[in-house]
């Protein structure tokens, strides 16, 4: 079982909906849980993280963690053709400062 | 969060020769790590850069490959050695900014091309 999973995608929503990224995780001890959002040809950029159960709220974005399902999500209202990349999921494993990506959803917003 | 910046951008390298990498942050941090992101895939992390003393590697990477330095609390270097067309790559280093939530700012990255 992998540590961090995440569906690959690609996701596609129409412009202005909402888009739904799930992400799972497997260490039961992980206390921090991050969205990092990649352009093609860039590097990761921080958008959200969260670290208590349920709903954080940022503009457009929303990020919701249920520790009892090893479950988070991010959820991006009014998508924009901006938004098209590749969402990454990771997770603060071992206990420690170390963080473990998922392989990243690529998501695509269309006119 | 930091400003990163890494040195090269992209480099083309010959087969058994050896490339480094340089990460600069603008204000000291605690913690640096060094991953790789190799082409389709998502972040692996090589090591954790730790100020005076030795990396810690993770499992599946080694010193004599990757060779790290960290000689204060804003610089790193990663060495990849003897390089190999496997060795292609995009080389991240990033910033952990906060002790409590362990959240990390990445670098723009050098996209290594082995020949």
């Known amino acids: 079982q992998k540590e961090v999973e995440q569906n690959s995608g690609p996701l596609s929503v129409p412009e202005g909906a909402i888009a739904s990224l799930n992400c799972t995780y497997s260490?039961?001890?992980?206390?921090?849980f991050f969205w990092y959002r990649q352009y093609s040809g860039k590097s990761p950029e921080l958008i959200m993280f969260i670290y208590s159960n349920g709903d954080k709220e940022d503009g457009r974005f929303t990020a919701q963690l249920n520790k009892a399902s090893q479950y988070v999500s991010l959820l991006i209202r009014d998508s924009q053709p901006s938004d098209s990349a590749t969402y990454l999921c990771a997770v603060n494993t071992g206990g420690g400062n170390k963080l473990t990506f998922g392989t990243g959803t690529q998501l695509k917003v269309e006119l | 969060s930091a400003v990163i910046s890494q040195k090269p951008s992209r480099d083309i390298c010959q087969r058994g020769t050896s490339l480094t990498i340089q990460c600069q942050v603008d204000?000291?941090?605690?913690?640096m790590f060094w991953y790789r992101q190799q082409p389709g895939q998502s972040l692996t992390l090589i090591a954790t850069a730790n100020q005076g003393s030795e990396a810690t590697y993770e499992s599946g990477f080694v010193i004599d490959k990757f060779p790290i330095s960290r000689p204060n609390l804003t610089f790193s270097t990663l060495t990849v050695s003897n390089m190999s067309p496997e060795d292609s790559s995009i080389y991240l280093c990033?910033?952990?900014?906060?002790?409590?939530?362990?959240?990390?700012?990445f670098g723009p990255g050098t996209r290594l091309t082995v020949t």
């Open positions: 260490d039961r001890g992980s206390q921090s």
């Open positions: 990033s910033v952990g900014v906060s002790s409590n939530f362990y959240e990390q700012y």
């Open positions: 204000s000291q941090v605690t913690m």
